[in-house]
């Protein structure tokens, strides 16, 4: 649900976005070269991961349906803009593969995307931090773990099976408060809107992949809150397949 703060957030990011693609694209183009230096002259964790998003190890061809830098796709206009923020850097006649929106299985050829499956073999799948807006706005929260109501909340589609079986065992137990917003899910499936700040409020808070990544998971890390979740199967910029029980 959009709120105050958040409609301006992103009415700075589409303005901020706007402006750059005006500007004179050269200007970025003469500034690629410090960056690579100031990047080699990183530690050994910069080199990881970039290593663990791009794990291309050798040449390879564009495909024919690459598109050059200065002819990506606009839409979804946010993929576009997070992805022309670093490519605008690089020669406009460049040649890429890329694959907007929810990935579920490795491309054939090698393709930046926000998202690939955690499985052996997905090196053709280079892994951006794409849609951003949607999936890396982290709140603060200041509200300790031992001042939260002691139950388990989760809210979302049901887009995915796994979501319905945990419905169905857990929504009648008196420590869970779980349940599905849309009017058109089973009545005995349907729960209340939570915002945000609103699920935040628990002390556990489950998370459950739905069309690939969970997209809650970010939010709940950077809570005081506890993630519940099984072993993912999709990974993102937020290298979920890095994340540990009792750890993280």
């Known amino acids: 649900m959009a709120t105050p703060l958040r409609t301006a957030a992103k009415v700075f990011y589409y303005a901020r976005n706007f402006a750059r ?16 230096e100031q ?15 791009n794990r291309l190890e050798r040449p390879f061809a564009p495909s024919p ?7 990506m796709p606009f839409s979804p206009s946010m993929y576009y803009y997070d992805l022309k923020e670093f490519a605008r850097y690089f020669d406009p006649a460049l040649l890429i593969d890329l694959e907007f929106g929810d990935v579920i299985d490795v491309p054939k050829m090698p393709a930046i995307v926000k998202d690939r ?3 052996d073999g997905n090196g053709n799948a280079v892994l ?3 849609d951003k807006f949607r999936h890396f706005q982290l709140p603060a929260d ?8 002691p139950l388990v909340v989760w809210r979302g ?7 319905t079986r945990f419905l169905d065992a857990v929504r009648d137990l008196p420590i869970c408060d779980v349940g599905t917003p849309k009017k058109e899910a089973k009545a005995e499936y349907q729960k209340p809107y939570l915002t945000i700040d609103e699920q935040r409020r628990y002390r556990y808070i489950v998370s459950l992949e739905g069309n690939d990544v ?7 890390m950077s809570s005081n809150s506890l993630c519940l979740m099984p072993p993912p199967t999709y990974e993102t910029w937020f290298a979920e397949s890095e994340v540990r029980a009792d750890v993280h």
């Open 21 to 36: 693609d005006l500007a004179p694209q050269a200007l970025f183009r003469r500034r690629l070269a410090g960056w690579l």
């Open 39 to 53: 990047t080699r002259r990183s530690d050994g964790s910069v080199r990881e991961r970039v290593n663990y998003y």
């Open 65 to 71: 349906a690459a598109v050059p830098v200065s002819r």
């Open 117 to 119: 499956p955690i499985t």
């Open 128 to 130: 951006m931090k794409l």
């Open 142 to 149: 200041r509200q300790p773990f031992a001042d939260k109501r």
């Open 157 to 163: 589609d049901l887009n995915n099976p796994i979501r």
């Open 214 to 220: 969970a997209t809650n998971l970010k939010w709940i």
